[in-house]
């Protein structure tokens, strides 16, 4: 398997414009987890899912932010529209839940710089 | 909810000598435990984790410990090499699996040749 893949792997964008984040989860994997990543605030959880329904967005930051799961081998994170604080490395994880060694072990994806300018 | 927290935030160690990591959480109810190593522009990887039924793991030259009266778990890195250099992340998951972690604030080590 490839592993986590992510799309683009850079994104220049200017405020107020539409981003959209990209991801595919390992084949076979039951949760999907996005991930946002800074200097100041370091690793955050934005939201996850299971069996591609939303199971908690507590952690999106505002409206602005939200994602998509149409099937168990994309998602998306829109933000509309952004903002220079968006700025960030954005990662997409995977994982299969269930007894064994190998299970519930995330798998990140190279994710997503995005520069808000 | 569950917080995490790691010290220290920078670490300097000659090559050869061993490095230690700390981490405190908050919720007894965690009881998975992994350390994500991120090299410089690159994805967080597990490198070891531990279940809260165990008191130790050890992988080679890596190696955690776990005290779940004290809620603090540590990593152990012996005889390190350059290529150890990296940002190590310590998490816990708040729900007794690994489908939400919380993670700490990350270790920038440094080994000195």
């Known amino acids: 398997d490839a592993g986590v893949i992510q799309s683009p792997r850079h994104e220049v964008t200017e405020m107020g414009q539409e981003v959209t984040l990209r991801c595919k989860p390992i084949?076979?994997?039951?949760?999907l987890f996005w991930y946002r990543q800074t200097m100041m605030r370091g690793l955050e959880l934005l939201i996850y899912?299971?069996?591609?329904?939303?199971?908690?967005d507590s952690g999106m930051p505002e409206d602005r932010f939200s994602a998509k799961m149409p099937n168990a081998s994309f998602s998306t994170l829109k933000i509309q529209p952004s903002e220079p604080r968006d700025s960030a490395v954005y990662f997409c994880?995977?994982?299969?839940?269930?007894?064994?060694?190998?299970?519930?072990?995330?798998?990140f994806g190279a994710g997503t710089r995005l520069s808000v300018l | 909810g569950e917080n995490v927290e790691q010290h220290p935030s920078t670490l300097s160690v000659q090559e050869g000598d061993s490095a230690v990591i700390k981490c405190t959480y908050s919720?007894?109810?965690?009881?998975?435990f992994p350390w994500y190593k991120q090299e410089l522009g690159k994805r967080p990887q597990l490198i070891i984790d531990?279940?809260?039924?165990?008191g130790e793991k050890k992988d080679q030259r890596i190696a955690v410990t776990l005290n779940k009266t004290a809620k603090h778990f540590s990593l152990h890195i012996t005889e390190t090499q350059p290529e150890d250099s990296a940002v190590y992340f310590c998490?816990?998951?708040?729900?007794?699996?690994?489908?939400?972690?919380?993670f700490g604030s990350g270790t920038q080590l440094t080994v000195l040749p």
């Open positions: 998490a816990a998951s708040l729900r007794g699996s690994a489908r939400q972690l919380t």
């Open positions: 084949s076979g994997h039951d949760y």
């Open positions: 994880a995977s994982s299969l839940a269930g007894q064994g060694v190998s299970k519930n072990i995330q798998y």
């Open positions: 899912f299971n069996n591609n329904v939303p199971i908690d």
């Open positions: 919720d007894s109810a965690s009881n998975y």
């Open positions: 531990i279940r809260s039924n165990v």
